[in-house]
């Protein structure tokens, strides 16, 4: 079986959490590992992601623990988006209410 990796960055501008882990992971910026096997017996070359795996600390913090949490990719993608949702209401402050 063909197998292939590669390798991301990621960045969380905040605190954030992803199912499957404990606690809250600090902002920053983060290795992440992808593995996809290749797909037998179609008529083109064709991978399915088989594991996703987030490093710990983020890259600008190493004095801490080291960890490779197996996550799943739809779970990093959804905290990605929170993350960004949460960066963009944060950089245009409070709404203002215009008097009629």
Known sequence: MNVRTHETMVTFENTFRISGTEGVLPPGAYRVVIDEEQILGLSFV??????TMLHTPAVAAPQGRSESLAID?????AALLK???LSVESRAGPSSVAAA
């Not at 064709?46 to 594991?51: D, I």
């Open 46 to 51: 064709a991978y399915r992601r088989v594991a």
């Open 73 to 77: 990719a739809a779970d990093l993608d």
């Open 83 to 85: 993350d960004r949702q």
